[in-house]
């Protein structure tokens, strides 16, 4: 036991190469779109909207389309079905988002910078709880959204689940939601990172089986730049 735990001390005190760096760098760069790019899209078609409700969530904002009366006008059908008003001072995510993407960026760089396969490994386990966390906290607001109907409203409807991915048929209204340039610039910061954990984590393996096998110094240098 002590010796497993003295070789995964070893292997995650391991060096990062090059190309795993620029990885976790690139990573990095790819957070800042999410202050300015939105994360999730939904949009309305109705008879009556033949140009569509559109309605654009960042990470710290609402935003609806044709200079925010899209997301006034959906308001007023939400009135009539019983649904609560979107509001951004209901959405707790936009208080903590741009803050948490920030802490992330810099635990990024922190790792390019110590160079050690222990801090890819946090930076990158940090990054997939913070993923599944958005991805459940928005899923569950829309559940509340769309089964929290106010009993006087003016029309009745079965409580229902809002659309997380793809279209539905809501009364008369076909609504779509779909991830857009935000959660894409995500989804590719991510894959920047299990990438630069898999390269990491094979040079810290055959560094690891070299040493074993009692290879030279030489010969582990150079497993490890193979590695990379």
């Known amino acids: 036991m002590t010796r497993l735990l003295e070789s995964s001390h070893r292997a ?7 190309t795993p760096r620029a990885l976790v760098l ?29 309605l654009d969530i960042y ?13 006034k006008e959906i308001n ?49 386990v940090l990054f997939a709880w913070f993923a599944g966390f958005s991805g459940w906290s928005f899923a569950y607001k829309l559940y509340r959204y769309g089964h929290d109907l106010a009993p006087t409203a003016p029309v009745k409807v079965d409580p229902f689940m809002p659309p997380l ?20 610039a995500l989804l590719a910061a991510g894959l920047a990172l299990v990438a ?4 990491a984590a094979r040079a810290a393996l055959r560094e690891a089986r070299a040493a074993r096998g009692g290879t030279s110094p ?11």
Do not use: C
């Open 12 to 18: 995650l005190s391991s060096p990062v190469g090059g």
């Open 26 to 54: 690139a990573a990095a760069l790819l957070l800042l779109p999410t202050y300015f790019l939105p994360l999730w899209n939904l949009t309305m078609f109705a008879p009556q909207y033949q140009g569509g409700l559109r």
């Open 59 to 71: 990470s710290y904002k609402l935003e609806g389309g044709n200079e925010g009366q899209d997301l």
């Open 76 to 124: 007023l059908l939400n009135h009539y079905i019983g649904m609560r008003d979107l509001r951004e001072d209901d959405f707790r995510e936009f208080q903590w988002m741009p803050f948490v993407i920030g802490v992330l960026a810099l635990l990024f760089l922190r790792a390019i910078v110590m160079g050690r396969l222990l801090d890819l490994v946090d930076s990158t």
């Open 165 to 184: 991915f793809g279209g539905t048929q809501l009364a008369n209204f076909e609504v779509y939601s779909y991830p857009a340039a935000g959660s894409y």
């Open 196 to 199: 630069a954990l898999l390269l």
């Open 218 to 228: 030489a010969g582990a240098s150079s497993a490890r730049t193979a590695a990379r």
